[in-house]
């Protein structure tokens, strides 16, 4: 029997956790990038305990986390005078088993990234490679790829969709669903080591 083959759609966040994990449990994957560069792109998010516990089983640990980012301990609200509004611990110190990040989404991305280069090799991440479609084979699944070389096909066992808000996949899954919509809602934040 042939060893599995996953094909990844997206090499965000979600597709290289995703070749890290496929990788611990011993199987073969191939992450296809849209982008012709992987850039350290995005805004700040939280990575709460949760999501740290995966990457702590990943073995991304603390030390790999506190070079792209700073343990949340405190989410605080403060009036424009610096006054206290309301406060509430973070992580650990809010009783959880594991700390809580603030990161910045790219630097999260490209640690990521270095770790599948390290631990699966460097032809395990294929950039300017945009998923465009796929077919379901009595093997298992042929995606179509779109490059600066023109149009080929990738055969394996399995993809995984993980190319984002614009998902070709999504779209040809459920092509009856409109595309996801930008809700208008936007979020000012920030991060400080020390109380304002």
Same mark, same amino acid.
């Given at each position: 029997?042939?060893?599995?083959?996953?094909? %990844?759609?997206?090499?965000?966040?979600?597709?290289?956790?995703? =070749?890290?994990?496929?990788?611990?449990? @011993?199987?073969?994957?191939?992450?296809?990038?849209?982008?012709?560069?992987?850039?350290?792109?995005?805004?700040? %998010?939280?990575? +709460?305990?949760?999501?740290?516990?995966?990457?702590?089983?990943?073995?991304?640990?603390?030390? =790999?986390?506190?070079?792209?980012?700073?343990?949340?301990?405190?989410?605080?609200?403060?009036? +424009?005078? @610096?006054?206290? %509004?309301? =406060?509430e611990p973070r992580g650990l110190k809010a009783g959880y088993h594991w700390p809580q990040y603030a990161v910045h989404r790219g630097d999260l991305q490209m640690l990521l990234y270095r770790e599948v280069v390290a631990r699966l090799g460097a032809d395990a991440v294929r950039t300017g490679?945009?998923?465009?479609?796929?077919? %379901?084979?009595?093997?298992?699944?042929?995606?179509?790829?779109?490059?600066?070389?023109?149009?080929?096909?990738?055969?394996?066992?399995?993809?995984?969709?993980?190319?984002?808000?614009?998902?070709?996949?999504?779209?040809?899954?459920? &092509?009856?669903?409109?595309?996801?919509?930008?809700?208008?809602?936007?979020?000012?934040?920030?991060?400080?080591?020390?109380? &304002?």
């Open positions: 029997m042939t060893q599995p083959h996953i094909i %990844i759609a997206g090499g965000g966040i979600g597709g290289m956790a995703m =070749a890290l994990t496929l990788h611990q449990i @011993g199987l073969r994957c191939t992450v296809l990038e849209a982008v012709p560069e992987l850039k350290p792109l995005g805004v700040g %998010i939280n990575l +709460q305990p949760n999501a740290v516990r995966e990457l702590f089983d990943l073995g991304i640990g603390a030390e =790999a986390l506190d070079r792209v980012g700073l343990p949340a301990l405190e989410w605080a609200l403060v009036g +424009q005078n @610096g006054n206290d %509004i309301h =406060a490679a945009r998923v465009t479609g796929y077919e %379901i084979t009595a093997e298992g699944v042929v995606a179509q790829i779109r490059s600066a070389e023109g149009e080929e096909r990738l055969s394996g066992t399995l993809l995984i969709a993980a190319d984002g808000l614009h998902s070709a996949i999504r779209a040809q899954m459920h &092509p009856d669903q409109p595309p996801i919509q930008w809700g208008g809602a936007i979020l000012w934040r920030g991060v400080t080591r020390a109380k &304002p």
